[in-house]
């Protein structure tokens, strides 16, 4: 795919995303759930629910383990 089209795919997405406040972002995790046990984690760095940079030590109310 040409990066150009990528990109603009990707910020699309991002704009969709929910944002950390509405979902109670911690970082890190306070409890031993945390992104990269969550079914929603992208790796290395991602979320498909959650907009901006997401950790695998963070943690928020959309946890769903997977
Ligand atoms: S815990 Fe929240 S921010 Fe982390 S991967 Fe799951 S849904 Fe995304």
New binding site residues.
């Given amino acids: 795919m040409a990066d150009g089209l990528r990109g603009d795919i990707e910020r699309a997405v991002e704009h969709h995303k929910v944002s950390k406040a509405s979902?109670g972002?911690e970082h890190p995790a306070a409890k031993s759930?945390?992104?990269g046990i969550?079914?929603?984690?992208e790796a290395p760095n991602a979320?498909?629910?959650?907009a901006g940079q997401?950790r695998r030590e963070?943690?928020?109310?959309?946890?769903?383990k997977g």
């Fill in positions: 979902v972002y759930d945390h992104c969550c079914r929603h984690y979320c498909e629910i959650v997401v963070d943690w928020c109310r959309r946890f769903q």
